[in-house]
C-alpha cells in the first residue's frame, strides 16, 4: 500500500495507521456445520441445497441434495426430520420447514425428468446389494455414481421394500416412489427381484462371485405379543396388513378393529383399516407424548375418527358370542437408554375391557438372520462398525437388518457410508477425490485438491481460484469446526416470519381415496420458506462483514473475502454482525 503519511488525515487516506498491532485475536471466514446438518441421517447438505432454492436454482438444489440422498421427493413426505428438531430458527419463532421444501425440490426434479449424470468412468469391480429398499437403493446409487458394476437382489417382486410394502400410499404416493427409484435403475443398476437369499451357502456364492457385498434384507420377521393366539382368524399380523393392503387386498376383519402398537406402522395399520371402513381404536403402552410415531401422524389418524387408547397394555383375549373381548390394563410406561428397550409397570386397579371383531398387533419386526451363519451377530441384528462393515471380509450390512433406527432415511445414510467404505475398501484404503466430491467428475475432484491446497495456505485461492469454503463444500467436510449456535447468528437482520402451513386433505376427502393426506408447498410459499433459513455456517456473501468494519480492513475477493492483518484490530464486530454465523475469532500468540 505505501502511501504516504496526509499532513490532514480525514481528507486522505487512513492506510498509515497499522491498527492490526492493537489485536489479540482476528476474525476469519469458515464454512461451519448446522445443527440442521449434523442431525440429518444422511449427512445432507441442506444450507447449501436451501440457499440454491432461494435463488430460484431449483436444479442445483436438487443436484446438493442427491449427493448424499437420491429420494428428495419421498423423504419430504416421510422423513422423521430430526433437522427440524435441531434447527436454529426454532430459537427464533419456528423452525424451517426443511421437509417440505425438500419435498418441494424432489417434485420438480420429477416434473421435469431431471436424471442423473453416467458416472464419470466405469469400474472393473463387482458389488451385490442384497435388498432392494431404501438401504439397498441408496448404496446401489452410490456405488454406480463411482462406476461400479452393481447387481440388486430383491426378494419382492419389485423395488421399494419397506416404501412399497409397509408405506401406504396415502403417505408415499407411488407414482412418486416409482419415478425416484427408476432413476437409480437409469444409472446402469442390474436388478433382479424374486431373488431371496435363502440361506448361508448363497451368501457364500455372492462372496465368491462378488468383490464386496452389501446386505439390507430388512426386518420382516414380526415380533409376536405373547397374550394372543397367532393361529386365530380374528389375529391378523400388522405387517402382513399392510403388505396386503398394498397390494389392493384388503383383509375383513369385521366392524371394529384394535390395532396394537404406537409406531409409525401401527398408525398406518390403523388408518389402512380405517380407509377400509372399520372403526379403528389404537392401544398403545406409551402415553400420548411418548408416541414413537410422528407427531403429524398421529394428528393425522385422530383427524380421521380414530380412537387412541395410550398407556395401555392387553392382558388377554377371547372370543365371546359378541365378538372379541380384550382385557386391558393401564400402564406405566419408562424407555430405556436403548431404541426397543423400555420397561412397563401396570396401575393397580385400572383394569378394564375393549370389545372388537379382530386384533390387528403391529409392535415390531426383527430381521431374519438365518442366512448370515457365518457373520457375527449382536443381539437381533447384524453387528457391524460405524462403516456398515461385517465380521466377513468386504461384507457390508445396513438398513434394518443391522441397526434399531428404524426410519427411511437412517436406513439411506447406512447405505451411503457402506458404499463410501466399500470404495475405500477396492481402493486398498485410498480415499478417491472424485467420489468424495460426489462422482462426479474430474472438474470437481481438481476443484478439491486445489480446495486442500487452499486449506494449507490459510484460506487463500490457489492456481486454480477455489476457496477454502467451496473446497469443504464439494468434500462435504468442515474441518474442525463447531455446529454453528443460534448465538453466533446476527438474528437482528431476520425478521419475524410464520413458517410455511403444512396443508392436509380434509379427512373426509381422504377416507374416500388413498390420495396423499400432506399437501406439498407452492412456489411462493416455498421461496418465503427459504427466505426464513439463517444458513448457519455458511457464507451468503452479503458483505456486512465487508460494511461494518470500522478500520476498512475486510475486502471483498472475488467469491469470498479477505482479513488485512496489517489494519484488523480484532474488535469482532464483523462476526458478532454475521447474520449466518460464519465468521469467527481466533487467538494469536505473538
Known sequence: MNAPVPPIWTTGTTEVFRTGSWRAALPRHVHAPSPCHAACPVNGDIAEWIGRARARDFRGAWEVLTRHNPFPAIAGRICHHPCEAACN???????????????????AALAAGWAFPPPARERVE??????????????????????????????????????????PPYRLAREVLDGE????????????????????????????????????????RPKRLSQLDYALPWVVDGAEYLARASAGERPRLGRRVVVVGGGSAAFDVARSARRA??????????????????????????????????????????ATGSGVRLELVRVNFEPGAVRGQFRVTPVEGTDFALMADAIVPSIGQDPD??????????????????????????????????????????????????????????????????????GVGTATANSVRAGRAAQRNGGKPGAAGVTAREASSALGKFSDEAVVALARIATAYYPKQPRAAGGRLAAARRLASDAEVQL???????????????????????????????????????????????????????????????????????
Do not use: W
Request: aromatic fraction near 4%; charged fraction near 25%; proline fraction near 3%.
Open 277 to 318: 371402513g372399520h372403526e379403528v381404536t389404537v392401544v398403545a403402552l406409551e402415553s400420548a407424548r411418548q408416541l414413537p410415531a410422528q407427531r403429524e401422524e398421529v394428528e393425522e389418524a385422530l383427524e380421521e375418527g380414530i380412537v387412541l387408547v395410550a398407556g395401555s397394555m392387553v392382558t388377554a383375549a377371547c
Open 181 to 220: 427409484i427408476a432413476r437409480i435403475v437409469a444409472l446402469g443398476v442390474d436388478v433382479r427381484c424374486n431373488s431371496p437369499l435363502a440361506d448361508p451357502s448363497a451368501l457364500e456364492r455372492l462372496r465368491a462371485d462378488f468383490d464386496a457385498v452389501y446386505l439390507a434384507t430388512g426386518a420382516a
Open 520 to 590: 406439498g408447498l407452492g412456489i411462493d410459499a416455498a421461496l418465503a420458506e427459504t427466505q426464513r433459513c439463517f444458513s448457519c455456517g455458511t457464507c451468503v456473501l452479503c458483505d456486512n462483514c465487508v460494511n461494518v468494519c470500522p478500520d476498512l480492513a475486510v475486502k471483498r475477493r472475488g467469491d469470498g473475502y479477505e482479513v488485512l492483518g496489517d489494519y484488523c484490530k480484532g474488535c469482532g464486530l464483523c462476526v458478532r454482525e454475521c447474520p449466518t454465523g460464519s465468521m469467527t475469532m481466533v487467538e494469536e500468540a505473538r
Open 126 to 167: 463387482r458389488v451385490a446389494v442384497v435388498g432392494g429398499g431404501p438401504s439397498g437403493l441408496s448404496a446401489a446409487y452410490q456405488l454406480r455414481r463411482r462406476g461400479f458394476a452393481v447387481v440388486l437382489f430383491e426378494a419382492q417382486p419389485a423395488l421399494g421394500g419397506l416404501m412399497r410394502y409397509g408405506i
Open 89 to 107: 430458527r426454532a430459537g427464533f419463532d419456528e423452525a424451517v420447514s426443511i421437509c417440505r421444501l425438500e419435498r418441494f425440490v424432489g417434485d
Open 369 to 438: 438372520l438365518s442366512p448370515f451363519a457365518a457373520l457375527a451377530c449382536e443381539g437381533n441384528l447384524l453387528r457391524v462398525d460405524a462403516r456398515q462393515a461385517t465380521s466377513g471380509e468386504r461384507v457390508f450390512a445396513g438398513g434394518d437388518l443391522a441397526s434399531m433406527a428404524r426410519f427411511v432415511t437412517e436406513a439411506v445414510g447406512m447405505g451411503k457410508r457402506a458404499a463410501q467404505q466399500i470404495d475405500r475398501a477396492l481402493r486398498g484404503g485410498v480415499d478417491d477425490a472424485e467420489a468424495g466430491a460426489g
